[in-house]
């Protein structure tokens, strides 16, 4: 799914004068992609631009592979249709946006990637339909939604665009996932919402989705996720850092059979229900380091692949339960927290061990009977403890 991202950042060889464009700005270059042969492929990369417009309309009937646009010194504030040309990659950046008019885009041909990153859009452009596009990026604007369609509008921005793999819309002030939201986007691999407002997420706007490699709902607001907001979906890695979740429900994640790493770590979880993570049987590293959490009792399940929990810097104070027992090979980080005592054989599945910064006076009894080599450390000192069982 990266290919073009790739070559669009990759040049080969200088353009002849004859193949680029006329009167390109000296803040602008012009090179050839891959070769300089027919059907030619030119990169048109300008770091400024006095008028967005006049430089577009001088492209007609070249053939692009990518338009960078860093920067214009002349706001456009509206983007009106934009004079037909051909590229595969069109950035836009830095260029005052403020609002895209529907037809906007209604006569740019081979389109597959689309940035419009820096600007100032406060609404979700409508594209018109693009059979070519997978990538999306609307980075550091001022997006309040996602464009749905409501009562007033039947449509809703993405309709024309149904082979979208890729979303990127971090920095902007986002606040809800409806179950609209993604409805029409079945071909969704990534979608990269970090560093929004987002309060809400619907319970089903990830359903029936296919698989998603990465959810990036990393520094939002979300104090809460409804009870089935990620069961029985497909998703490799889930990002939920950097929040202000205090509470996760039984069965938040249940039937996430691909789900392999968890982030929650930096939110204010002072509670994780029994069951919250019952049959993820993918997962092998779940982040929950940095949050209020007193206690360990929720982390159980049907987790045969899980080997890293992290659970440092939060405020559990005694290890008494068999969590932890039915592991194997696992890295298990209880540093910084105030713990004063390990219950005896509560970390028997525990491959490493890590327990600096705690209260603890002694870990008499707590290794004996382990079968494996545990790794303790305690005070910034390790202690290498092979314990055997030879009864």
Not at 83 to 97: D, H, K, R, V
Not at 254 to 262: C, Q, S, T, W, Y
Not at 311 to 338: A, G, P, Y
Request: charged share 20%.
């Amino acid at each position: 799914m990266w290919w073009f991202l790739f070559l669009c950042l990759i040049t080969l060889a200088s353009a002849s004068p004859s193949q680029c464009p006329p009167n390109l700005p000296d803040t602008c270059s012009c090179v050839c992609n891959y070769q300089c042969d027919e059907p030619v492929y030119l990169n048109i990369h300008c770091s400024t631009v006095p008028d967005l417009y006049e430089l577009l309309s001088t492209f007609g009937n070249v053939r692009f592979f990518e338009i960078k646009i860093d920067k214009c010194e002349k706001p456009v504030q509206s983007l009106t249709k934009l004079p037909p040309f051909y590229t595969i990659c069109l950035l836009i950046n830095q260029c005052g946006l403020e609002s895209v008019a529907d037809n906007a885009f209604a006569d740019i041909s081979g389109l597959e990637l689309l940035d419009l990153s820096n600007n100032a859009l406060t609404e979700m452009p409508v594209f018109p339909h693009f059979p070519l596009l997978t990538y999306i990026a609307i980075n550091h604007n001022l997006l309040r939604d996602f464009g749905e369609s409501s009562e007033s509008k039947n449509y809703s921005s993405f309709d024309g665009v149904p082979e979208l793999t890729q979303l990127y819309f971090q920095n902007n002030s986002l606040t809800e996932i409806t179950d609209a939201t993604f409805a029409n986007l079945k071909q969704l691999r990534t979608i990269d919402l970090s560093n929004n407002k987002l309060q809400r997420i619907s319970a089903n706007a990830f359903r029936d989705q296919p698989p998603i490699l990465d959810l990036f709902l990393s520094f939002n607001e979300l104090t809460y996720l409804e009870p089935e907001t990620f069961r029985n979906t497909d998703i490799l890695t889930v990002y939920l850092d950097n929040n202000r979740l205090t509470h996760l429900s039984a069965n938040s994640f249940n039937g996430n059979k691909r789900l392999d790493v968890l982030h929650l770590q930096h939110n204010q979880l002072t509670d994780i229900a029994v069951g919250t993570f019952n049959d993820l049987e993918d997962v092998w590293e779940i982040r929950l380091n940095n949050n209020n959490l007193t206690s360990i009792d929720g982390i159980s399940g049907n987790l045969p692949k899980l080997r890293k929990v992290d659970l440092s810097h939060n405020r559990i104070t005694k290890v008494t339960n068999t969590t932890f027992n039915n592991f194997w090979e696992l890295r298990l980080d209880l540093s910084n927290n105030q713990i004063e005592s390990v219950a005896p054989n509560a970390v028997n599945g525990v491959y490493e061990l890590i327990l600096n910064n705690n209260k603890l006076t002694t870990l008499d009894g707590v290794f004996d009977p382990l079968e494996a080599t545990t790794v303790a450390t305690k005070d910034n000192e390790t202690c290498h403890c092979t314990c055997s069982n030879n009864a």
